[in-house]
């Protein structure tokens, strides 16, 4: 008896002392060798941003001290869950590659570490964290339109994408996995990412295999095109591209719960009453779960700026959804995505973190044909439509700190991935383009056109001919007289979502895109006068006018373009002020 007590005992002893040993000292995985971190604004010894942070594992109790070249050193404590934070002192950009040591050590008052632990046990160990550079890191989310790769569509791009990251050995890249497992999705957020795609890479060495290939196009694209732009305006800083997205998600999985509970809902994952419960992958753990696994992880450094693709999950609808409910009305994809934009400024702790997205594009959602006539009801032929003027609701509510670029002109009708309708587009080119001009503007505060016009009003002009005219009111107009584009219905070369048919036609009611309702009835616009800050529209015919719309169908019809090329972002229904007589 004796001899087994004392077996359990010793069994007990060495289960406390294993239990208070320190946790394995090191960097959270999103931290590596290559890496970029977020440089700091400085003039003279002022700083207007805080140094950027550097989190990990440790022993509970113990501390960390982080030291780099020119900087004093920093110390801060692991907490009792193993954890620890390190914001570096500011650093300006810095092209050389750089070496920041990690030291894990007993507290200086406790030289011999915790009582009860030896300090052979917990004795200091240091981490070099090799080939940092100091520069501008920009997040980059959405689903699949964000994830699609590179590869997909090199073809389509003017220039060798290969060739070019080849002579940008500034630009790193970081991919966050999303492969299927219950570990990619949390209901709370989680310490560390589950898994990377992706380890911090320079962008030759991406080149120069297939992992250049594999990264999001539009993360790339525009990174690249805004890196130019920098080192042509004379500051050639170092970009950092964080890839972390997952196709076929909506908005909700990405917001942190918190944030969305204002948006008529509940908090912790639970469905929101007006909300689509559309979750599908059951390794989603419900709303949040994505931003507690792939987002919350990251919001331990700091970031230059947030580029966003998404919405088209949030805009499809189940073939046998009968019941308005299920489609996501403007105000309630609004407020969701709103509040994830806010929500991540909160958890990034930069309630200014500057962020750009890409208005839904073009394609076919799942209908016998794709587009909207004036006399149509279904609910699946206006979801995109609605998406879109949730999104222009968003940018006009958040302004200062956001921007959206118009992709409503940027359909691909030939691009042969699945039978959703070209929903994948290739034509990265364009929209990169404009989100690189859109980061430089809104992050840089570059003297660059970037934002679209957007309507603020609408005028009915009704004159004593034949002729019922609507003056529409734009900001974000440009420099010089707007110009006007006659355009033509597409054919989207790709299978009916019921049938082998290869081609499907793309309904549209007009050249123009613009419709009036007259007496109650949509009908297309028959004429658009461009002027400076304005545009009219004539609809041909007497009447009282009540509203109108621009591109609002799948595949939209864009006419109207700023002097600089930006086009007039499609909008929903729009009040027309009373009427005003006009000359006979």
Request: aromatic residues 6%.
């Amino acid at each position: 008896w004796d001899s087994i007590m004392m077996s359990v005992l010793v069994l007990a002893v060495a289960t406390l002392q294993s239990a208070r040993l320190p946790t394995q000292f090191r960097l959270a995985s999103h931290f590596g060798d290559h890496m970029v971190l977020q440089r700091s604004r400085c003039e003279g010894a002022q700083c207007t941003d805080t140094g950027a942070t550097v989190s990990g594992f440790g022993g509970p109790g113990y501390q960390v001290t982080a030291s780099l070249p020119g900087s004093e050193h920093v110390t801060v404590p692991v907490n009792a869950a193993g954890e620890w934070i390190a914001q570096l002192p500011p650093v300006l950009a810095r092209r050389v590659a750089t070496t920041i040591t990690f030291i894990h050590h007993p507290p200086s008052s406790e030289d011999n570490g915790p009582p009860g632990l030896p300090k052979t046990a917990l004795g200091s160990t240091a981490i070099n964290l090799t080939d940092v550079l100091f520069g501008d890191v920009f997040l980059c989310g959405g689903q699949s339109n964000m994830e699609l790769s590179l590869s997909y569509v090199q073809a389509f791009l003017p220039n060798n994408e290969t060739a070019e990251a080849l002579t940008h050995a500034t630009i790193r890249l970081l991919s966050v996995a999303s492969v299927t497992g219950e570990a990619n999705s949390s209901a709370t957020p989680l310490p560390e990412v589950p898994g990377l795609a992706l380890q911090w890479t320079a962008a030759p060495a991406a080149a120069m295999s297939s992992e250049l290939g594999s990264f999001s196009a539009v993360c790339w694209l525009t990174g690249r095109k805004a890196a130019d732009a920098l080192a042509a305006a004379g500051d050639p800083t170092p970009i950092g591209l964080i890839e972390s997205c997952w196709g076929g998600t909506t908005v909700q999985l990405w917001s942190p719960p918190l944030a969305l509970a204002h948006c008529n809902g509940t908090e912790g994952g639970n469905k929101q009453p007006g909300l689509r419960d559309n979750h599908t992958n059951p390794h989603w753990n419900g709303d949040g779960g994505l931003f507690n696994s792939m987002i919350a992880p990251l919001t331990t450094t700091r970031l230059k700026a947030v580029l966003w693709v998404q919405g088209e999950a949030n805009a499809h609808i189940t073939p046998n959804a009968s019941s308005r409910s299920v489609v996501p009305p403007p105000l309630e994809y609004a407020c969701a995505f709103a509040a994830m934009l806010q929500g991540w400024r909160t958890a990034f702790r930069q309630p200014n973190l500057p962020a750009v997205y890409a208005q839904l594009r073009p394609y076919c959602n799942g209908v016998l044909y794709c587009g909207l006539s004036h006399a149509a009801t279904s609910e699946r032929e206006i979801a995109l439509p609605l998406i879109r003027e949730a999104q222009l609701r968003v940018v006009a509510a958040l302004r200062n700190t956001t921007a959206m670029v118009v992709a409503a002109d940027l359909g691909d009708t030939m691009f042969p991935l699945g039978p959703a309708g070209q929903i994948h587009s290739r034509l990265k080119g364009p929209v990169t383009d404009r989100m690189a001009a859109a980061v430089l503007g809104l992050a840089y505060n570059h003297d660059v056109p970037f934002r679209s016009p957007t309507p603020t009003s609408a005028e009915a002009i009704h004159s004593y001919n034949t002729t019922t005219s609507v003056r529409i009111n734009l900001v974000d107009a440009g420099q010089g007289l707007l110009q006007v584009r006659s355009g033509s219905c597409p054919v989207a070369r790709g299978p009916k979502s019921n049938s082998t048919v290869p081609y499907q036609p793309i309904f549209c009611n007009s050249t123009i895109g613009f419709e009036a309702q007259v007496d109650g009835v949509w009908r297309p616009a028959t004429s658009v006068t461009p002027g400076h800050t304005s545009i009219t529209i004539s609809v041909g015919i007497c009447g009282t006018v009540t509203a109108v719309r621009y591109a609002f169908m799948d595949w939209p019809i864009i006419s109207v373009y700023t002097s600089q090329g930006l086009p007039l972002s499609p909008f929903g229904e729009l009040a027309v002020s009373d009427q005003s007589r006009g000359p006979p």
